[in-house]
């Protein structure tokens, strides 16, 4: 194990609230001469992907509602269901 950080990931609301996710997560590094990675984070299956903010089920969440709804209308969508989202690809001005 090479350090630990933290690391915080939203989900699908809860009751009508926004659910954060706070996660300690591990930082790992591999001595084989061969990787050409010398450090990496661990990744909770079914929980975390590489470089994402939302859990993968708040992602499709998103997706879905910009490719069916486009634009406002997905973003107004995304607000209802109180799904807390930055740039302009989701809270257009």
Do not use: N, W
Request: proline residues 5%.
């Amino acid at each position: 194990m090479h350090s630990r950080y933290g690391r915080t990931l939203a989900d699908v609301a809860v009751g009508g609230r926004p659910v954060l996710i706070g996660l300690s997560v591990r930082r790992l590094f591999c001595d084989s001469p061969g990787c050409g990675r010398r450090t990496f984070a661990e990744q909770v299956e079914g929980l975390t992907a590489r470089y994402q903010r939302r859990s993968p089920l708040l992602q499709h969440l998103v997706e879905m509602a910009g490719v069916l709804l486009a634009g406002r209308g997905g973003a107004r969508l995304l607000q209802i269901l109180k799904v807390r989202c930055r740039g302009p690809a989701c809270c257009p001005t």
